[in-house]
């Protein structure tokens, strides 16, 4: 075979043969600058961020913060009468209450309730109950729950307010030939619930503090500094739901979004207990991040000074 001979200059009279040697220089560089344009392209080109997934333990139907009450009396009728008016009432408290596990038509598909095992129950279906389909008996259930399979009890619901979502209930139940269906009530079944319960009477429902807030009192109280801000949080709470004359207090639950970050930022600097102007320019300083809402500035003196008050006597 003959030896090719390399020769410099027959290269350069020959464009193809300099494109031919240089091409996979080229090709380096250009794979280079590639390298250095998505290196620079920031995390949006790249798909760094990751993808949202929505994680069913953390649907949470939270609680709104609320004194308590005497709830009016029950008419002993709607056990057992069909009242269009609770149905539609039921429809709402059941969406707040219920739905995340038995979902939005009672078929016990909620997102929160995926987990759980057993399944929550489905009010279409007539196989699976454990306590009962009565108005009596659902009422039962809601007040203790089924604490073993993560049915929660709803002892806060006033009673009408439970009633008008059982109605809502058992209008999903089906309807059967032959035996009543859904079965109904007798007058001794509900005189025994209004016996137990005090019904007809009027019954004392409790105040309520939101699931979050509660299960971070009860989380976080390991740390002194969390500890004693769950502390200070539970004190307002208290003078709140328990003292009508603490305005402060009241002001408190109204101008916070968040009452844990407010206390947070509050115990994180000392500078506001010098004075209520020092105490509001504290708060104005990002105010979104702080756990304070806009409504503080609309609030008159005098309720800024109650305020101030009670946050500079907790927060020692
Ligand atoms: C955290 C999830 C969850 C929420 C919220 C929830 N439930 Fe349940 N519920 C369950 C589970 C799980 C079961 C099945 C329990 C079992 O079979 O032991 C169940 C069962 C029931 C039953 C059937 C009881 C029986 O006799 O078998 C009724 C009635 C019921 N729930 C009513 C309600 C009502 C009314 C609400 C709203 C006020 C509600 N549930 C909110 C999880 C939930």
């Given at each position: 075979m003959a030896k090719i001979k390399f020769s410099f200059s027959d290269l350069l009279n020959d464009p193809i043969k300099i494109m031919a040697v240089m091409y996979p220089y080229f090709l380096v560089i250009l794979i280079g600058i590639g390298f250095v344009y998505i290196g620079n392209s920031g995390s949006l080109v790249q798909n760094k961020i990751a993808p949202k997934i929505d994680d069913s333990t953390n649907v949470v139907t939270d609680l709104p913060i609320e004194d308590a009450k005497i709830a009016a009396a029950v008419d002993l009728k709607s056990f057992t009468e069909i009242n269009p008016t609770l149905v539609e009432k039921g429809k709402q408290l059941f969406q707040t209450a219920c739905s995340s596990c038995h979902g939005a038509d009672g078929k016990g598909d909620g997102t929160a309730g995926a987990a759980l095992n057993p399944k929550p129950r489905n009010f279409h279906l007539v196989e699976g109950w454990k306590n009962g389909r009565k108005t009596t008996e659902i009422y039962a259930t809601v007040q203790k729950g089924i604490l073993a399979t993560g049915m929660p009890g709803f002892d806060y619901l006033a009673p009408l307010d439970r009633i008008a979502i059982i109605q809502l209930i058992r209008s999903w139940m089906p309807a059967s030939l032959g035996e009543p269906e859904p079965p109904i009530d007798t007058a001794e079944d509900v005189a025994t619930l209004d016996k137990t319960y005090a019904l007809s009477a009027g019954t004392k429902v409790p105040g309520t503090i939101s699931v979050v807030s509660a299960e971070k009192l009860y989380q976080t109280n390991y740390s002194d500094r969390i500890g004693k801000i769950n502390f200070t949080l539970a004190k307002l709470l208290n003078e709140k739901l328990t003292n009508p004359d603490n305005i402060g207090a009241k002001i408190f639950f109204k101008v916070t979004t968040n009452q844990q970050k407010a206390l947070v930022t509050l115990f994180n600097s000392?500078?506001?207990?010098?004075g209520e102007k020092e105490f509001l320019a504290v708060i104005a300083d990002n105010l979104s991040e702080n756990g304070f809402s806009g409504k503080i500035f609309s609030l008159s003196n005098s309720e800024i000074s109650n305020l101030f008050t009670l946050l500079k006597s907790v927060a020692v």
């Open positions: 000392s500078s506001w207990q010098i």
